[in-house]
């Protein structure tokens, strides 16, 4: 702790810690909140814009601010960082409408502890607040929710809106249920919702139904005591019973087979597992949240899917939208997988042209954001120190980014050529730029010269071969 901050404790009267302020140009919403705050016992101000937080909080010395994002004056994000220069001790808590990256990523390095999607529950807000407390009694500021999960990111209404929703629905117990085609984020989400919920702080299982056999698949949910079979030589606890106080993803469920399909329902209903070989059933609580890339009643019409597990699981359906229906949203991810990517290859930041995010516009995207990603990846080691061209993008004569895992096999195949195709055009592209010294090549490339030969011998190989000429 630096003198700067002992001054500041020091200076600080012990009861600023019953202090909000709330900053929002809003009325109603800011009288809203200030109600809801001094119910919770706190006192409160309100302040109508950024510059007028910034004179109250030399006076009223708040613990927490609430600000909203888009003001007149200043914008949130500068008033965040004025108000952290003036009164480090202070707690800031960001509320904004779209939950994109770059606001709450900005917001956090500006010192923000928290943000809020709007519109928010009185709930929500009385859980961060409460968490923010904790954490600053115990002398570490914990901020909740967002570190552990990664930011979704989106500008499109409708999936803003899904956002808020799921929020909501975090904050209950209900079993939710998330259709989306592969690669729109069924995944990301059900990670949401599990860190917006009280079980946030306790463990999130993820099971996926379609990578394991039959057999397997079970004894992985439910567990085994020793000698159940031949080859069970310990007891091992099953994925019902890790998920125990937390939130257990069946992903990919309309592939479990009818049989575990019954067992899951009894363990849904009876709240209580039987391990394989064991005597008595375990109790669990649970929360489940389930994810397919089927339509599940359709299974359910074919016979393939227990009716009544689908009603139980179906308490609160979720549609996660393609990505070609938020349009919006693709030069958005576009940007920030491809800073991700030259994050990740010691690449300078790349800038996106016009063309190249006019060209992705375009494209179909079968595989969705999962598909986006790709392509991003491969885009920016295309283009280099270079910045982003449509002619790094794939064509859309071919309709298609590198080929995707299909669900029933969740593991990428190396056959679809994709990882090896973007590597031999990368070298070929690097070979091309340095007049094909193999020197230079294999620097830029960070490989040794001898696997740059293999890789051209490994190509040449694989070249089809020259049609037979027929005199
Ligand atoms: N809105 C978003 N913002 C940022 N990243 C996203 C978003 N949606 C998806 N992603 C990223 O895209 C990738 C695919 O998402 P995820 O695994 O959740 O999809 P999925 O629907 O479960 O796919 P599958 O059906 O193939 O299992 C992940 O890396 C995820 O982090
Ligand atoms: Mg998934």
């Excluded at 109790?283 to 949240?289: G, K, L, Q």
Aim: charged share 25%.
């Amino acid at each position: 702790m630096n003198d700067r901050d002992i001054e500041n404790l020091t200076g600080e009267t012990q009861d600023s810690a019953e202090r909000v302020l709330i900053v929002d140009d809003d009325p109603s919403m800011r009288t809203a909140l200030m109600e809801s705050v001094r119910r919770l016992g706190y006192e409160v101000q309100g302040a109508i814009d950024g510059a007028d937080a910034l004179e109250r909080i030399g006076r009223f010395r708040p613990w927490l601010v609430l600000t909203d994002l888009k003001m007149p004056r200043m914008t949130g994000l500068d008033a965040i960082k004025e108000m952290k220069a003036r009164a480090p001790q202070t707690l800031i808590v960001l509320m904004t409408a779209y939950g994109t990256v770059e606001t709450a990523v900005e917001a956090m390095k500006q010192g923000a502890s928290e943000y809020l999607l709007k519109p928010f529950s009185m709930d929500l807000l009385e859980r961060v607040i409460a968490n923010l407390k904790e954490g600053r009694e115990s002398g570490v500021p914990q901020p909740a929710g967002i570190p552990e999960q990664r930011a979704i990111l989106t500008q499109d209404p409708g999936m803003a809106r899904l956002l808020s929703t799921i929020e909501g629905v975090a904050a209950s117990q209900a079993t939710v249920l998330i259709h989306g085609e592969s690669g729109t984020g069924k995944e990301l989400l059900a990670r949401f919702i599990h860190s917006r919920s009280p079980r946030a702080h306790r463990p999130f299982i993820a099971v996926n139904c379609a990578a394991l056999p039959d057999g397997l698949l079970e004894s992985e949910l439910f567990g085994h005591e020793r000698g159940a079979f031949t080859g069970a030589l310990i007891r091992k606890i099953g994925k019902f019973e890790m998920a125990h106080t937390g939130t257990l993803l069946l992903d990919e469920i309309s592939e479990m087979n009818l049989g575990l399909q019954a067992k899951l329902l009894r363990v849904l209903q009876e709240r209580e597992v039987d391990r394989v070989g064991g005597r008595e059933p375990v109790p669990v609580n649970i929360r489940v949240i389930a994810t397919t890339n089927r339509t599940l009643y359709r299974e359910v019409e074919q016979g393939r899917f227990r009716e009544d597990l689908y009603y139980r699981l179906n308490v609160f359906p979720i549609t996660v939208p393609p990505l070609r229906e938020r349009p919006v949203d693709i030069p958005l991810l576009a940007r920030h997988f491809a800073a991700q990517s030259a994050a990740r290859n010691g690449l300078p930041q790349p800038a996106l042209s016009e063309g190249a995010i006019a060209h992705l516009q375009r494209l179909p995207w079968k595989g969705n954001v999962r598909e986006l990603e790709n392509v991003m990846e491969r885009a920016v080691l295309l283009a280099g120190h270079g910045p982003i061209l449509s002619e790094h993008c794939p064509t859309e004569a071919r309709g298609e980014a590198p080929p995707l895992p299909a669900p029933m096999a969740p593991v990428a195949a190396p056959s679809n050529g994709s990882l090896w195709e973007m590597e031999r055009e990368l070298i070929f592209k690097t070979l091309a730029r340095v007049k094909d010294n193999r020197t230079h090549a294999a620097k830029e490339l960070g490989i040794s010269i001898r696997t740059l030969r293999n890789k051209l011998r490994e190509y040449r190989e694989a070249a089809p071969p020259m049609p037979a000429s027929h005199p």
